[in-house]
């Protein structure tokens, strides 16, 4: 015993100034595994470590089935244990923490099993971790892949089927308060809008009709133009281009309303303003307008 623990202070010694050395590598999850290389390069079947077991929980393989092919003495811990556990794990006398592999928070809610599914390939869920070559890199399936059978054809599709609480007529935690105004945001990084509002339609059908609250009483004659330069991506969620060119073919700015609009070389003269400002007259006119009076103009026709 005694043996073991100055075997075993020495080993951490080592490991401790190797990863000095290293460059302090990002401890990896309590054991380290390479899929790929065993299914992959040494051709295993997912079924030789993974057994669904009676919960229906599908079982992680246990250090015996890795003995079949790799050498552990277990009376005489050595530098050779940490090619799967970490320096953690064997700070912490090799226990092994259960899933270490991080699930997305998502799942939480959501009900599975495998043994309703045997004989489904698991490449059809867990497509492409053959390929990972670390525990960290295992991506979880997403619900567009369950979709592709629970579609309320070959297998059941209400909400209740796969998830504890969540429903699609149950507002979520997110739209407290005053969502209306602040979903926008959110809807830009989140997919899973549609999940619940199953038509586009739902979101165009109310932004054609509540304005923004920067839709003020100045919008149309000095803001919007600003706001358009800065992002034209927001107009789109709401107005299609066609919106902006019909009317600019139609209104003109405040600017053309003064006197001296039409005088060339006065300071307010539109000559002036093109040259101050080319680009703002190409927002509302292409070169054909200006070449009724002119030969030489170009504006760029972009809209
Ligand atoms: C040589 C043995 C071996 C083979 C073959 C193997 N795995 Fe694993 N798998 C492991 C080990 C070891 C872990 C990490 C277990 C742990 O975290 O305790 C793991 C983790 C996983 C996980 C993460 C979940 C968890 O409990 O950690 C999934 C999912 C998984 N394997 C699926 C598969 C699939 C699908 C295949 C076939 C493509 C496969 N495995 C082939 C040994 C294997
Ligand atoms: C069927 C034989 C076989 C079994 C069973 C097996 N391995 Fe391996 N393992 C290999 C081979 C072959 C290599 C490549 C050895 C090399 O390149 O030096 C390897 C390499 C590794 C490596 C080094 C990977 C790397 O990226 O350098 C780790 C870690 C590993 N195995 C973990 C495990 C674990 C954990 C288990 C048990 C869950 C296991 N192996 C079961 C054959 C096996
Ligand atoms: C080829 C990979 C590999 C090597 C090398 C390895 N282990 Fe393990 N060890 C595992 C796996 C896989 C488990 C099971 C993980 C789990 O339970 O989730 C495990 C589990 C353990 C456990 C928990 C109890 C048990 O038996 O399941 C102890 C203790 C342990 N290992 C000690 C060691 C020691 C000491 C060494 C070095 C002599 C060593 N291991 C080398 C892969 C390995
Ligand atoms: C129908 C889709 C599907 C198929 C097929 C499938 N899995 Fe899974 N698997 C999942 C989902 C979903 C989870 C996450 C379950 C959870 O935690 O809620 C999971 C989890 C796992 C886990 C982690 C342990 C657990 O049960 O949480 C392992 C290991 C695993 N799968 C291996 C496999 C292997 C090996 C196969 C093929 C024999 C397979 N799976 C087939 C969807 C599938
Ligand atoms: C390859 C097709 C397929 C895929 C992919 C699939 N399932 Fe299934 N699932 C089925 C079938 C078939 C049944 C059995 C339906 C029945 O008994 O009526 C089932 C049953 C279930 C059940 C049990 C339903 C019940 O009424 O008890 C759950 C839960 C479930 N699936 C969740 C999932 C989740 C979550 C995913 C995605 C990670 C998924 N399934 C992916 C085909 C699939
Ligand atoms: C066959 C299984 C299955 C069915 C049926 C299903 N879901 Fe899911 N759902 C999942 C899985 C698996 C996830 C986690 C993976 C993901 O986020 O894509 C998920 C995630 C979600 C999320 C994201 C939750 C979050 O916290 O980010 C929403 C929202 C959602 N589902 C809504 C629904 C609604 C609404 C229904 C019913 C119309 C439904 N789901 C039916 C399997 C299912
Ligand atoms: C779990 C289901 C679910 C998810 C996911 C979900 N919603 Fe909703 N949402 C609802 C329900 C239920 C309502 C209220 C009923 C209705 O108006 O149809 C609602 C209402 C709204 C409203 C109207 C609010 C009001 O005060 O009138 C907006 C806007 C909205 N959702 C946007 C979004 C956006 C954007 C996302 C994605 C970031 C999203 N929702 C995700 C279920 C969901
Ligand atoms: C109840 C009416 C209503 C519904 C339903 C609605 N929206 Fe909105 N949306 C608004 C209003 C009002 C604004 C402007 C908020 C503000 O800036 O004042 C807006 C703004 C936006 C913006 C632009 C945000 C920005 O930063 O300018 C996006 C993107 C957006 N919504 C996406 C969606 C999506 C996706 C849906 C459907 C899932 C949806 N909206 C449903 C009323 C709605
Ligand atoms: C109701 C009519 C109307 C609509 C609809 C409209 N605009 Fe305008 N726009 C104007 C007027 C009028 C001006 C000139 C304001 C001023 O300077 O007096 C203008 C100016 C601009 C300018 C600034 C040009 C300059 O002088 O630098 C931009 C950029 C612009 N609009 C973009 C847009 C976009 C993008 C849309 C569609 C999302 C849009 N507008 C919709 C009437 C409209
Ligand atoms: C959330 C939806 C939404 C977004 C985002 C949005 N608008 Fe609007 N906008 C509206 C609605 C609704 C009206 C009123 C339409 C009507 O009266 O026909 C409107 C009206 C306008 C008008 C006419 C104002 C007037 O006085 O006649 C202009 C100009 C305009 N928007 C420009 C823009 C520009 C530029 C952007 C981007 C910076 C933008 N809008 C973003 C919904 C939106
Ligand atoms: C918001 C849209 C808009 C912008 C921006 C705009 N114009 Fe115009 N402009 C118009 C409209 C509408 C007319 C009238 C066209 C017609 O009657 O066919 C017009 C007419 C004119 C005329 C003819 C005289 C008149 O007042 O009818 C001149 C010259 C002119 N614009 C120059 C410019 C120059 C130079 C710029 C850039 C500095 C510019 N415009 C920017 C909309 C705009
Ligand atoms: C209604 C007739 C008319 C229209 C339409 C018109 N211009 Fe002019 N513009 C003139 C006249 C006349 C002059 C004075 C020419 C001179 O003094 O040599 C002039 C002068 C100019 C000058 C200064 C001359 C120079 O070469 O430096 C510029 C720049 C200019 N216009 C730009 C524009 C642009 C851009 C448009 C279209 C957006 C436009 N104009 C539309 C009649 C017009």
Redesign the pocket.
């Given at each position: 015993m005694k043996k073991n623990i100055s075997i075993f202070l020495a080993l951490l010694l080592t490991a401790l100034i190797s990863i000095l050395f290293s460059g302090c590598k990002r401890e990896e999850g309590a054991l380290k595994f390479n899929h790929r290389l065993h299914v992959m390069e040494n051709e295993m079947a997912c079924s030789d470590c993974h057994e669904i077991a009676d919960d229906g929980k599908m079982q992680d393989p246990t250090m015996d089935k890795c003995s079949e092919c790799h050498d552990i003495d277990l009376d005489h811990p050595s530098e050779d244990c940490l090619q799967c556990h970490s320096l953690k794990s064997a700070q912490n006398d090799y226990s092994v923490e259960e899933a270490m592999v991080e699930k997305p928070k998502s799942y939480e809610d959501v009900i599975f099993t495998h043994d309703v599914h045997e004989g489904v390939e698991c490449d059809t869920c867990h497509e492409g971790l053959n390929e990972d070559e670390s525990l960290n890199d295992i991506k979880w399936p997403e619900m567009t892949t369950c979709r592709q059978c629970h579609n309320g054809d070959e297998a059941p599709s209400e909400c209740e089927t796969c998830h504890r609480r969540l429903r699609k007529d149950v507002p979520p935690a997110s739209h407290h308060g005053d969502w209306?105004?602040?979903?926008?945001?959110d809807?830009?990084f989140d997919k899973t809008?549609?999940y619940c509002?199953d038509s586009?339609a739902?979101?165009q059908?109310?932004?054609q009709t509540?304005?923004?609250?920067?839709h003020i009483f100045n919008w149309k004659t000095t803001q919007h133009g600003q706001d358009a330069t800065h992002d034209r991506r927001?107009c789109a969620?709401?107005h299609p281009a066609s919106y902006c060119s019909d009317c600019h073919r139609s209104q003109k700015p405040v600017s053309h309303a003064r006197a001296d609009w039409m005088a060339y070389t006065k300071e307010n003269g539109h000559a002036e303003a093109a040259r101050h400002n080319f680009r703002s007259c190409n927002v509302c006119h292409s070169t054909s307008d200006c070449n009724e009076c002119h030969q030489n103009i170009i504006l760029r026709h972009k809209r």
């Open positions: 209306a105004e602040h979903h926008g945001f809807s830009r809008c549609l509002h586009k739902f979101c059908d109310c932004h509540k304005k923004p609250r920067d927001l969620v709401c």
